[in-house]
């Protein structure tokens, strides 16, 4: 079975990481959620719009070994936390070097630029992509796959994205029983 991690910070965007995590646990995905621990930290992290979900790791005691993928929700202050926390930082340069699948949406594409994973072609919430580079964005696709880098833009293309996921993890079939099971025709 494909495990796939979704680290959440403070701030994150509630929509994305609800319909992610979902929709790859309806494909067949083994999902974790972890949270961002240090001494102050508590495993309930507050997204953007006041929605409280509970990690079930702590981010410090991931190995990357254990993942398919590492999928970061977006969420301006969530991407903030995620771009300035160094096990972040190193689990993404750990599954660049091992070949390993990584996404992000919305804002959390410039974590990933940051970490200096992000491949050349992306996307990502409009505006966000001046944080990052011109070269290489485009606003015309809801996903856009280059290499084992995966990105979305922002919230209306959450569960597109987490498809394209079960597509790339699990397959073909299970991809076109969840799109149809959710009645997600406009991906």
Do not use: W
């Not at 930290?41 to 993928?69: K, P, R």
């Amino acid at each position: 079975m494909a495990k796939v991690l979704v680290p959440l910070a403070e701030g994150f965007e509630e929509i994305e990481a609800v319909n992610l995590i979902d929709i790859m646990r309806r494909g067949g995905i083994d999902v974790d959620i972890a949270y961002l621990g240090d001494e102050f930290a508590s495993d309930l992290v507050t997204g953007a719009n006041g929605i409280i979900i509970q990690g079930q790791i702590d981010i410090n005691f991931v190995i990357s070994d254990d993942y398919d993928m590492i999928v970061l929700p977006g969420g301006h202050g969530g991407t903030n936390r995620l771009a300035q926390n160094s096990k972040v930082q190193s689990l993404l340069k750990e599954f660049k070097a091992n070949d390993k699948y990584i996404g992000a949406i919305c804002a959390a594409p410039y974590a990933l630029h940051v970490a200096g994973v992000l491949n050349h072609n992306y996307t990502c919430y409009p505006s966000v992509e001046k944080q990052i580079r011109s070269e290489g964005y485009t606003d015309k696709q809801k996903v856009v796959i280059d290499g084992q880098v995966m990105t979305s833009r922002g919230p209306g293309t959450a569960i597109c994205f987490a498809l394209e996921i079960i597509r790339k993890l699990v397959g073909e079939e299970s991809y076109q029983a969840v799109k149809s099971g959710t009645l997600s025709d406009f991906c």
